[in-house]
């Protein structure tokens, strides 16, 4: 059974950093596309930052050069460095996992970790 777990939300001054793990167990952790997604109270869950199985990665706009994503396959283990935060980057973050594979589709969720931004 594939587990996602994320660790490393909390409260943080505007301007201040955070970095949100997301360690994934029971499968072969390279072969996942690593997406961390977030959802802020009364909004949708959107896509923050996404790192391709190959390393590609993308970022929505408003947290472009400002969090950055990447993966330790080693360590089975997927990052987001938030740095600069704002009030608005407050919301609970998701980890999640993707593999496409001839006609299955495989995804997974974590169960999230609350990141709250003060002004």
């Known amino acids: 059974q594939v587990q996602l777990v994320e660790s490393g939300g909390g409260l943080v001054q505007a301007g201040g950093s955070l970095r949100l793990s997301c360690v994934v167990s029971?499968?072969?952790?390279?072969?996942?596309?690593m997406g961390w997604y977030r959802q802020a109270p009364g909004k949708q869950r959107e896509l923050v930052a996404y790192?391709?199985?190959?390393?590609?990665?993308t970022y929505t706009e408003s947290v472009k050069n400002r969090f950055t994503i990447s993966r330790d396959n080693r360590k089975n283990t997927a990052y987001l460095q938030m740095n600069s935060l704002k009030p608005e980057d407050t919301a609970v973050y998701y980890c999640h996992a993707e593999h496409v594979a001839l006609r299955s589709r495989y995804d997974y969720w974590g169960e999230g970790t609350q990141v709250t931004v003060s002004s």
């Open positions: 029971g499968s072969t952790f390279s072969i996942y596309d």
């Open positions: 790192i391709a199985s190959s390393g590609g990665t």
